[in-house]
């Protein structure tokens, strides 16, 4: 695969725990000073799974309060509230040299046996190879019947197809985090005219705000997931979007949930 890809896995492979139970991460190298916050997500994750290491994740909620640097590691500093013989509860801070970048709360499950229920639109069939999009920050297969930048105004959902290569199956739900953070804002922005994700930085500035995640079931690794998602407003200066993950046969592994901020150059045009 991509040396992106490669390097994306070291990210994923904390150093830690420390004496006070914070692990490191190394960034990602990418082009640009400011650290992706897909990365972050992901970083948390694995953090609070190597925490707790007897239980699942089941949610995440993330806070972004500034923009992280990307020539200085993240610390994560991980504090466990409750670790019960079913539950447990973590707050993590990313930290950098200016403070606190973004703060999660973690709650994980052991897991157990229940009823399984669940009321979702049926999948599609994965789409054909000539279908395939490329999205700079993803390292693995992605594909999709729509075109998530387009020029007209079109409906604000977006679905995406996506499958990583073999690797460590313990590091699925944090591949499946990162991979939620990159297409929301542009879901929300399909249906204005003129302008896509593809104009950050001259039709609009954005910035993720708050990310949710919920993981109902074990994410298969190496497996096509599809990431079906909707935005149903974009107003006051924040768009708000979310999705589900499922997999090829229907099954429901998560969901998710962004609310970002999305201040156009020129409010007129929208």
């Known amino acids: 695969m991509t040396d992106l890809w ?41 953090a609070a799974e190597v925490t707790c290491p007897d239980k699942a994740l089941k949610s995440l909620h993330t806070l972004f309060p500034r923009a992280g640097r990307a020539d200085e590691p993240v610390r994560y500093e991980v504090t466990v509230h409750h670790a019960g013989s079913s539950f447990a509860t973590v707050t993590l801070n990313a930290v950098q040299s200016r403070g606190v970048i973004a703060t999660a709360s973690a709650s994980l499950h052991a897991v157990e ?19 395939t999009v490329k999205l700079d920050l993803i390292p693995w297969e992605t594909r999709s019947a729509t075109d998530l930048d387009t020029a007209k105004s079109e409906a604000p959902e977006y679905e995406l197809w ?38 950050a930085g001259r039709a609009f500035t954005s910035a993720v705000t708050s990310h949710t995640l919920w993981f109902h079931r074990p994410v298969p ?5 599809l990431l079906r998602q909707h935005s149903p407003v974009l107003a006051h200066a924040r768009a708000y979007g979310r999705g589900d993950v499922l997999t090829s046969d229907g099954s429901l592994v998560a969901s998710y949930a962004q609310e970002s901020m999305v201040r156009f150059h020129d409010p007129a045009s929208t």
């Open 6 to 46: 490669t390097d994306l896995l070291g990210c994923l492979d904390l150093t830690g725990p420390a004496e006070d139970g914070s692990f490191e991460g190394r960034n990602q190298a990418l082009t640009y000073h400011r650290l992706f916050g897909g990365q972050l997500l992901a970083q948390f994750v694995r």
């Open 113 to 131: 046996d229940g009823r399984a229920l669940q009321t979702v639109e049926a999948v599609p069939p994965v789409p054909g190879p000539e279908h």
């Open 162 to 199: 996506t499958r990583t290569p073999e690797t460590d199956p313990a590091f699925a739900p944090a591949l499946t985090a990162y991979a939620t953070d990159l297409t929301l804002i542009g879901t929300a922005l399909r249906p204005v005219e003129g302008v896509s994700q593809q104009d």
């Open 221 to 225: 690794s190496a497996s096509w997931l």
